[in-house]
Every structure is written in C-alpha cells, then in structure tokens.
C-alpha cells in the first residue's frame, strides 16, 4: 500500500550548554555528519522536516534559516511541533512524505537551543505545554509538578519508593558516562538522588532531565534507495501516534499515560511485532518515574511490574530488554526537538550493531522509540528493524 | 504507489477581529461544520494536523488544546509550521499520512489569533518571518518592506504601475464582498487604493493584506473511504514543495519567487495538469504586488505578462482563470495559519459547484492553491481534481 522506508544516515551534536553555537550551526552538527554517513548530498534531499518547539529564540522562522545555511534550500520544508514529541513528529512526517511516494530522500533535523532565553524563562514555556491558562497560570502547575502527580499516584497503587525512582537515574547516568554526546558524564549513586533538593515531591532535582542545547539528525530512504545507499538500511516497521487532553486534570488515571497505552498498541499492530521481539528501546524519561511508566505502557511488563524491571536490572545491557543505554533524557539531556531524532539515532546504531562499549546483544533485530510530548499530550512510538 | 485521498468535508469560521473567541472556540467553528460536512463524527478521525504558526498567544500547545476542545483527544495529533504557508502544510501532513495508509481519515485545522497579542507585537512576529537576527534586526527589514523590493523590481523589468497594483486589491475586495466569511465585505475602487496611506512605497494600505484572526477546516479521506462518504470527492492530484533563502539579500531576482518557481513545476508534474487545464485558484496575495509575481511564477501568463492579466479581467469570473474569488488574503484576511486551509475549502466549494455567486465556470475540473511561507521561504502547492 505504501513504499518501505528506512534509515540511511544519522548525525549527533553533543548535547548540553551550547552557548558557542547558534540555532543553525548547533543543526548542522548533526546534518553534516548525517549527511556524510548516507553518502549523499545535499542536492539528492527532496524534503526536509525539522522538529522544534521553539518560542526560546529569536528566529520566528527557524527551518528556513537552517535550511540555508545548511545548503538544502530548495527542498520541500516543513517545520513539526508536538511539544517534548517534535521531534519525533518530524521523524513520522519524513517517513510519510517518503512512504507516500512525495520524495525519496527526507532529511530530519531535530534541534532545540533552550539555556539561552528569550523573552521569557524555560521553566514558564515547558509549563505552558500543559493547558496555559487554566492549570498553569490558576495553579502554578509546571512539569515537575505534573509527574509529581504520576510518582504519587503510581506509588499508591504499586509501592514505588523513592529509591526506585533513583535507581532509573542512576542506570541512565551509567549509560550517559559512556555516551560521548551526553550532557551528563558523571556517574551517580542511589544516595545521591535521595540527598539532591526536591522540586516537587517525591521528585528532586536528580530525577529530572536537565535543560539542555542540542541537535540530531536522520536521513530517511525508500526502500530502493536504501538498498542502494546502505548495507544496513534500518527499517521504519511501523508507527503509533495518539493524544491526550490538554487538562491533566481530565484524566481518569495518573499511574499511566494512556495516549502512550494506544500509541504502543497501534504501533505494534503497524509493524507487527510484540515487546518480546525487542531488542532494544529509548523511552521518554523527562523525570525518572516517566520511564517506570512507559515499561508498563509499552508492555514491558505487566501493569505495577515496573519496580521489579528497575531493581532487577533488567533494563540494563545483558537485561530482558535494555532501555535508554545512550543515557535517556535524564543523562544524555533533553533538547526537546532533537530528542525524538537522538532516539532514532541511537537505536540505528544499535541496530546496526555500532553501539560500543554500549552495544546491547541484537536477537531479533527490532527497537522501539517512545516520545512523548507534554505530560502525554502527545505519544509518538515508533518500530525499527533490521533485515 | 500511494492511495489517493480526496476532499471529503469543509469548514470555515468568519475571518476578522474574533476576540470574542478563544483559539479553541475559534477553531470549533471550523471544525464543526466540516465534520458536517463529511458525514463523520470525532470517533472517525484517526489522525489531525493544526497548521498555526502561534507565537501569537499564550498557549505554548494550541494543537493539544484544540484537540481536547473539538472532542479529537486520542487521535494522532501534530502542529505544523511554515510561516504563512502552515495551513498548507497542515494539509500535505494529512495528506500524506492518508497517502501512505496511516490512517484513513485525517483533519486538518488552519488557525490563528493576530488581534490580540501577548508578548510582542504582530509587526515585530511577522518581520521576524524573514531572516530576524541579520535582516530585521539590523536593517529594520519588515514585511511590506520586503514585498515593496519585489514590487519595484517588477516594476522596474515589466513596467507594472501603481495602479496595476491596485487593480489587484480592487478586484479582490470586489469578491470579498461576496464572501460572507470575509473580512473585508466593502467594494474599493482605484482611487481608494492610490489615495491610502504609503506603508513601504510604492504599496499602500490597501496593498496589504489585514492582521486577522480566523479558522479553516477540511477532512481528507482514502479513496475507498471518500466514495463512501461524498457524492462529490475532490482529489488531491498532486503537491509541489520548495524552499528559498532565509536571507532575502541572497536572492538573485526580485521579480519572482524561485520556490513558487519550483514548487509549481513539480506540482504540475506530480498531478500531470497544466495550467491552461485549470478552472480556478486562489494565490498568496499578502500585498498586491504577491498576486502578480504568482500569475507568472504559476505559468498562467509568460514572464511580464500579469499587467495584462490583471488589466484584462482575466483573472475575474468569466475570464481566462478566476483567481482569488473568495476574496483572497487581500479581502478575506490572513489569519497565518488558516490561510492554506481556507484556500482548500473555497477550491472544493467551487469544483462541487456550490460557490454561488461567486461560482467560477467549471470546465476541466481542475482548481490550485498557491501558498507562500515568508517571501518565498516556503512554498506549497496543492492542485485539486473533481471525477
């Protein structure tokens, strides 16, 4: 019905506080050596999507201006917004553009500068992803405070303890040390996620992502492209997509996200796989209980076994099914439009079996991204596999 | 290859000064009736694209809060942007996700909030649509300042005069009269146009187009879905996408926008239509002097033939191809992103022959929408067929 596509090149920045790049250089940190891993150039890119939420400087415009400058003026552009999800927004309208036969060749920028504000602070524009003007400007609900409701509400119904939430921080930090591009570099220890200053109880400031300045990007083909540019094309095998309401305080549940809970579903019906066939996955880990959550949204495991997955290991390499091994939005940090882009990035890696000293073992040869935007006003889920 | 999608419902809220609705609201009442329209309700949705290109107001995730207002919560969800081109894009997202077999419903939702600013001001938004941190900010580069460069280009190659100009705004506003969702309901005449107040000489007030808020809606639908659903399917029979340069200074001609240039050809090519094939369309008239670059830059005369077009009538009712008869950006307003959207709502009412008294003559069945992001950063295309 639709054209096969698959990933052809990927390009990292380092994340972090990168104040020594504009918008446009920072993207083309990861353009430049995506580019070069395809084997392309640009004139061979028909369209380009770039994955931003901005509002956090000054171009109004910021596809166009990385566009040029990084040579691919001409192409169809679009710039994608889903909140904490842009990027993988951009990733899924790359892949219909190819799919649906408009290009065969996309190229995905995710990219986001946020320690250098305008106009007004990261704290009160991630607090605007929820509904503005009601819980935000009548309550003072920021996103810490959202999942606070989440690791409250999860640890009612299923004993999650503080130091469970820690552990997640402590696995990601692990990863993140041996991650070249992460933000974070520096191990940690349970003891010092239980010591850091809480923001918003049970949640202290080490079960939080940090703000971070950062790109990554990704070179879509279809299917006889890709057999031509690459030995190891790395399939799009199927993708999910769902929303939430915009008021949290619509939802019936705070133990799980259930636009990730329908996401995950048609995303496995799509690509036709099932968790046990995974190898490998990447998962929205903005706070430490959001990746708890996602274990028992994506089937992981059963509802409420999340805080045994954690304890036991078995996210970890050598685990049942390894998750954030390239740090997570925790350690490698959280640019939000790049985020989503990083995902597929790592997961390409892997599945191309170039991880490193990261390297998960690859049975099947599938790997699911989870991103989601807000506090699961958006979930985007997205299925790879090798050949 | 790809499935073909069609037209299958429309909404349109009035355009104007609408502070006595709020996005969502705004939106509702485009979407609404397009849900009408298309015989379906919310359930059916499987997938919504918001074209908006927001800054504008205060919600940081105006898709989100749409979407839970509208009753659309669950499905898949995205905000695109490209400057004045968003509603367009909005469309080719949806479009593409139907194409490829995603999913089988999609809606699209064009909107914006201009009259009511919170940050900065609609001037200082919309001149940061160029390239903000070298032409803005340094030389004070504003829209109608980048429009007057390509209206005394063309004047200086083709010999278009003042009045030439005005004809364009004339003819428009004699249709917006027509339109009851129209911002502007009030025939001009010439000498209106040519006594109003310089803004960037040689436009005029009456050569701008007004800061306005609105809300468009349209529902594709797979082929399979559309024959189910509309006795009268109006098909996407192809898209043409291109970029230019963030920076205007880079540009080697003024009197023509290369991306329209592209965006066209490849638009023609993907829907295999010509342009003597096509019975109407609706172009990017931001100024008056936009209108004109677009007769040429779309083929409908050669180069330096618009004078003549638009001096001849042959852009009104009854002539060689009606353009802009619901009033254009010029009449209609420009609420950003609900421009490309309404544009696909007036070319479906015209091809299903329920346009009224302002229906065109339709011969070939064959209508295109011209939608310019910036002054040429983006540019999309979309050409539209009835069975």
Redesign the interface.
């Known amino acids: 019905?639709?054209?096969k596509v698959a990933v052809v090149g990927i390009g990292h920045s380092v994340f972090g506080d990168r104040r020594d790049a504009?918008l446009a250089e920072l993207a083309f940190e990861a353009i430049k050596p995506a580019i070069q891993d395809a084997g392309i150039t640009q004139k061979d890119v028909g369209?380009?999507s770039v994955g931003t939420?901005?509002?956090w400087y000054?171009?109004?415009?910021p596809?166009?201006?990385i566009?040029?400058?990084a040579g691919?003026?001409?192409?169809?552009?679009?710039?994608?917004?889903?909140?904490c999800a842009s990027g993988s927004?951009a990733v899924?309208?790359a892949?219909?553009?190819v799919?649906?036969?408009?290009t065969d060749i996309a190229m995905v920028v995710g990219v986001e500068k946020m320690t250098e504000v305008d106009?007004?602070t990261s704290v009160e524009?991630i607090g605007?992803?929820?509904?503005?003007?009601w819980e935000f400007?009548n309550f003072g609900m920021t996103f810490p405070a959202y999942y606070a409701l989440h690791a409250t509400a999860h640890t009612k119904k299923y004993g999650t303890s503080e130091e469970d939430l820690a552990r997640v921080a402590v696995k990601n930090h692990k990863y993140g040390a041996m991650n070249p591009y992460a933000h974070f570099q520096r191990p940690i220890k349970v003891e010092d996620v239980l010591a850091s200053r809480v923001i918003a109880w049970p949640l202290k400031i080490f079960d939080c992502c940090p703000v971070s300045d950062g790109a990554a990007a990704v070179i879509l083909a279809s299917e006889n492209k890709a057999k031509d540019l690459s030995d190891t094309p790395i399939w799009i095998r199927g993708?999910g997509?769902?929303?939430?309401?915009?008021?949290i305080s619509?939802r019936e549940d705070y133990s799980s996200l259930r636009?990730a809970t329908?996401a995950a579903e048609r995303a496995y019906k799509a690509a036709k796989v099932d968790p046990s066939r995974l190898d490998v996955a990447t998962v929205h880990d903005c706070f430490t209980i959001a990746e708890l959550l996602a274990y028992e949204d994506l089937g992981f495991c059963e509802r409420g076994g999340a805080v045994k997955m954690i304890r036991e290991g078995q996210t970890e390499i050598g685990g049942k099914i390894p998750v954030n091994v390239d740090g997570g939005l925790k350690a490698k940090g959280h640019p939000i439009g790049a985020t989503g882009v990083s995902m597929v990035a790592e997961l390409t890696r892997q599945l191309r079996g170039e991880a490193g000293k990261r390297q998960v073992p690859v049975k099947h040869g599938n790997a699911l991204a989870h991103n989601v935007?807000?506090t699961g006003?958006?979930c985007y889920i997205t299925i790879f596999g090798r050949d």
Chains 1, 2 share one sequence.
């Open positions: 019905m639709s054209r504009n369209f380009v939420a901005g509002g000054e171009e109004f415009l596809a166009v201006v566009s040029e400058y691919l003026t001409g192409a169809g552009l679009i710039r994608c917004e889903a909140a927004s899924a309208t892949y219909q553009a799919a649906s036969g408009q106009i007004l524009l605007r992803a929820g509904y503005y003007l400007h993708l997509v769902s929303s939430g309401t915009a008021n619509k636009s329908i935007g807000g006003h958006y």
